[in-house]
């Protein structure tokens, strides 16, 4: 099918500002663990890569004064860097979500295991997904003490520990309870259940493509928490299984989407075929592919639909409010290159004004000596 640009995707700020979120978001709480909520640069200046700060990590800092604020430190005159009182107020704002919604930030780390093969992931996996699913650095430090009792580390063999959940109970996935609160009866587990379709504007499907898709939705849905091992992986049931692997994944992301590489190191563990990642090109009524940052973003287009039936991410709000803050460096930037512009011009007249008076008195000097 066709692929079709489409700017409202593209401009969607949590994502595309996610590159710059992340970095910031890490070195925030770099300093919040300090005892006095401040550290020197060299306490961070070589951890560049481990936080994903593109730059040096000095000059990134000092590219949002609205939240990270620079001072001369106690020793050696070495700049150091502490939060703005809008970052800390923010800082707090966010704690408090995670306190009150623990349970729905953590049921998404639930789903995203239970969906693996043998309900059990590898802890650097999970820890790959950690932004994506928006939990906070501490879960996973320390899973055992901060996850509940359905968590477990399990040996996943070659010294790979891994993180298993233990759940007897039926999980539905997105679409099915959506089915549900529209009143459909899920009597049948392989029930044919149709994805909602978003045409992109412009976009015309041809009408052997557009029969097609009507008998594709159709076809019988697998959750994706079901096993479906005896699944003959070459039919078309299977692959709109793959699509719903695909659209539970998305759902439980903060911004509903993520780049299209980091979804790969899912692929064993979620039982998806080599190239699954052809279904978000095969499928541009359900996904959208961004090109910007010059990277692949697969977005689910179903969680921008105002009358779309998945719930916002608990901490896609507080996201929304740091890159609104993040964004108010430009005017303080701009405001800085200001007044030094100005400062420089008033340096420079100052200069010019001394040269001539210097150069009248020499002049009087000389006519009073004749």
Same mark, same amino acid.
């Given at each position: 099918?066709?692929?079709?640009?489409?700017?409202?995707?593209? /401009?969607?700020?949590?994502?595309?500002?996610?590159?710059?979120?992340? *970095?910031?978001?890490?070195?925030?709480?770099?300093?919040?663990?300090?005892?006095?909520? %401040?550290? @020197?640069?060299?306490?961070?200046?070589? +951890?560049?890569?481990?936080?994903?700060? *593109?730059?040096?990590?000095?000059?990134?800092?000092?590219?949002?004064?609205?939240?990270?604020?620079?001072?001369?430190? @106690?020793?050696? #005159?070495? *700049?150091?860097?502490?939060?703005?009182?809008?970052?800390?107020?923010?800082?707090?704002?966010?704690?408090?979500?995670?306190?009150?919604?623990?349970?729905?930030?953590?049921?998404?780390?639930? &789903?995203?295991?239970?969906?693996?093969?043998? +309900?059990?992931? @590898?802890?650097?996996?999970?820890?790959?997904?950690?932004?994506?699913?928006?939990?906070?650095?501490?879960?996973?430090?320390?899973?055992?003490?901060?996850?509940?009792?359905?968590?477990?580390?399990?040996?996943?063999?070659?010294?790979?520990?891994?993180?298993?959940?233990? !759940?007897?109970?039926?999980?539905?996935?997105?679409?099915? +309870? #959506?089915?549900?609160?529209?009143?459909?009866?899920?009597?049948?587990?392989?029930?044919?259940?149709?994805?909602?379709?978003? @045409?992109?504007?412009?976009?015309?499907?041809?009408?052997?493509?557009? #029969?097609?898709?009507?008998?594709?939705?159709?076809?019988?849905?697998?959750?994706?928490?079901?096993? %479906? !091992?005896?699944?003959? &992986?070459? %039919?078309?049931?299977?692959?709109?299984?793959?699509?719903?692997?695909?659209?539970?994944?998305?759902?439980?992301?903060?911004?509903?989407?993520?780049?299209?590489?980091?979804?790969?190191?899912? &692929?064993?563990?979620?039982?998806? *075929?080599?190239?699954?990642?052809?279904?978000?090109?095969?499928?541009?009524?359900?996904?959208?592919?961004?090109? +910007? /940052?010059?990277?692949?973003?697969?977005?689910?287009?179903?969680?921008?639909?105002?009358?779309?039936?998945?719930? =916002?991410?608990?901490?896609?709000?507080?996201?929304?409010?740091?890159? &609104?803050?993040?964004?108010? !460096?430009?005017?303080?930037?701009?405001?800085?290159?200001?007044?030094?512009?100005?400062? =420089?011009?008033?340096?420079?007249? /100052?200069?010019?004004?001394?040269?001539?008076?210097?150069?009248?008195?020499?002049?009087? =000097?000389?006519?009073?000596?004749?």
């Amino acid at each position: 099918m066709k692929w079709k640009k489409d700017s409202f995707f593209d /401009n969607i700020e949590t994502i595309y500002k996610s590159q710059e979120l992340k *970095p910031i978001i890490a070195l925030k709480n770099c300093i919040v663990k300090e005892a006095d909520k %401040c550290i @020197p640069i060299s306490a961070v200046s070589k +951890r560049g890569l481990e936080l994903d700060v *593109p730059i040096k990590v000095a000059k990134f800092l000092r590219q949002y004064p609205s939240i990270f604020q620079e001072f001369v430190g @106690p020793e050696y #005159n070495l *700049p150091w860097f502490r939060l703005t009182k809008e970052a800390v107020e923010l800082h707090n704002e966010e704690e408090l979500v995670y306190r009150e919604r623990r349970e729905d930030i953590v049921d998404g780390l639930k &789903r995203l295991i239970l969906m693996s093969e043998g +309900r059990k992931l @590898p802890l650097k996996i999970v820890k790959g997904m950690q932004w994506y699913l928006g939990l906070p650095d501490e879960y996973l430090k320390d899973p055992e003490g901060n996850l509940d009792s359905s968590f477990s580390l399990v040996d996943m063999g070659d010294g790979l520990r891994g993180l298993s959940v233990d !759940s007897g109970e039926k999980v539905l996935s997105t679409l099915q +309870r #959506n089915a549900v609160k529209r009143g459909v009866c899920l009597d049948d587990s392989w029930m044919p259940l149709a994805f909602p379709l978003y @045409p992109s504007k412009g976009l015309r499907l041809k009408v052997k493509i557009s #029969n097609w898709l009507d008998e594709f939705q159709k076809l019988p849905y697998v959750s994706p928490y079901e096993d %479906c !091992s005896n699944l003959n &992986r070459s %039919c078309e049931v299977f692959e709109k299984r793959v699509l719903g692997v695909l659209h539970e994944l998305l759902s439980l992301f903060v911004d509903h989407s993520a780049e299209r590489k980091k979804i790969l190191c899912l &692929r064993t563990y979620l039982d998806l *075929p080599q190239k699954f990642y052809k279904a978000f090109d095969r499928h541009p009524h359900i996904f959208y592919l961004s090109l +910007r /940052n010059k990277t692949c973003t697969a977005i689910l287009k179903e969680a921008y639909d105002h009358d779309s039936a998945i719930d =916002a991410h608990p901490v896609l709000n507080v996201r929304e409010k740091y890159i &609104r803050l993040m964004k108010k !460096s430009d005017a303080i930037l701009k405001t800085r290159r200001q007044k030094n512009s100005l400062s =420089a011009e008033l340096g420079k007249l /100052n200069t010019d004004v001394d040269k001539d008076c210097a150069a009248g008195n020499i002049g009087e =000097a000389l006519v009073f000596d004749l």
